[in-house]
């Protein structure tokens, strides 16, 4: 949600957060639920696609509704677009690692042989918890 987003719903809900705080807000209402001073009800709709999260309190005669979260299904090139960044970011950072490893090995390599080819000989070995397939 962006803050034009947020801003309608603090508008629509009359609420009193702005939102830098949104968030912070957002995981104390979730701990509360998980604590039972709130509770959380989710709704369905299929037809439309959406979904409504509502955060309640009870009194003794009434239950308020003190902060509803709309969600709609999105597209699927939106989908497609989170996925390959998703990848694209997990591939960068195993080169990262890759690299950050290969600077390690060399250093050790470089300080202790002996250790190097121990880690070597580890890494090529069979483990025993390896099977054959």
Same mark, same amino acid.
């Given at each position: 949600?962006?803050?034009?987003?947020?801003?309608?719903?603090?508008?629509?809900?009359?609420?009193?957060?702005?939102?830098?705080?949104?968030?912070?807000?957002?995981?104390?209402?979730?701990?509360?639920?998980?604590?039972?001073?709130?509770?959380?009800?989710?709704?369905?709709?299929?037809?439309?696609?959406?979904?409504?999260?509502?955060?309640?309190?009870?009194?003794?005669? %009434?239950?308020?509704?003190?902060?509803?979260?709309?969600?709609?299904?999105?597209?699927?090139?939106?989908?497609?677009?989170?996925?390959?960044?998703?990848?694209?970011?997990?591939?960068?950072?195993?080169?990262?690692?890759?690299?950050?490893?290969?600077?390690?090995?060399?250093?050790?390599?470089?300080?202790?042989?002996?250790?190097?080819?121990?880690? %070597?000989?580890?890494?090529?070995?069979? %483990?025993?918890?390896?099977?054959?397939?």
């Amino acid at each position: 949600m962006n803050e034009e987003e947020f801003s309608i719903m603090q508008q629509e809900q009359n609420l009193c957060v702005e939102y830098m705080q949104s968030v912070r807000i957002l995981e104390q209402m979730i701990q509360n639920v998980s604590q039972n001073v709130y509770k959380a009800k989710l709704v369905l709709n299929n037809f439309e696609e959406t979904a409504f999260l509502y955060f309640q309190q009870d009194s003794e005669f %009434r239950t308020d509704d003190l902060l509803i979260l709309r969600f709609s299904e999105s597209k699927p090139e939106n989908i497609k677009a989170d996925i390959s960044h998703r990848i694209m970011k997990c591939q960068q950072m195993n080169m990262l690692v890759q690299e950050r490893l290969k600077d390690i090995c060399g250093i050790i390599d470089q300080k202790n042989p002996a250790l190097m080819k121990e880690i %070597r000989r580890g890494v090529n070995s069979k %483990r025993p918890g390896d099977h054959q397939g």
